[in-house]
């Protein structure tokens, strides 16, 4: 089983930045295809997909953060980033990094395909 760890979550403004990481245990997995997933979670909400990214390197995005967040990925440092601009008050949840080790994981994205969770790190944004 891989472990997935985030880090980089934090207080900012509305219209501030964030970037977050999500780093494997080892490489994010022994697989020539994986799909690494970020979801969010506000209190009282469901947990929803944010943006996630395959082993090629094709990210896709909630229609919700199109044109603020960037997914990408660091095969070398078995990290993946999210890097959040422009953030808004509704942006605030606790962020998670989900990894599921087949690439057709990442064609809907759906939260049973992943198996590997972190912890979640938290982000707040204020008004």
């Known amino acids: 089983q891989v472990q997935l760890v985030e880090s980089g979550g934090g207080s900012v403004q509305a219209g501030g930045s964030l970037r977050l990481a999500c780093a494997a245990s080892d490489s994010p997995y022994s697989y020539d295809s994986f799909c690494i997933a970020w979801f969010r979670q506000a209190q009282g909400m469901e947990r929803e997909g944010v943006a996630r990214?395959?082993?090629?390197?094709?990210?896709k995005y909630a229609e919700s953060v199109k044109g603020r967040f960037t997914v990408s990925i660091d095969n070398a440092k078995k990290t993946v980033f999210l890097v959040m601009t422009n953030l808004k008050p509704e942006d605030s949840a606790t962020y998670y990094c989900?990894?599921?080790?087949?690439?057709?994981?990442?064609?809907?994205?759906?939260?049973?395909?992943?198996?590997?969770w972190g912890q979640g790190t938290q982000v707040t944004v204020s008004s």
């Open positions: 989900a990894g599921a080790p087949w690439i057709a994981a990442c064609a809907a994205g759906r939260q049973e395909y992943f198996t590997d």
């Open positions: 990214i395959d082993s090629d390197g094709r990210g």
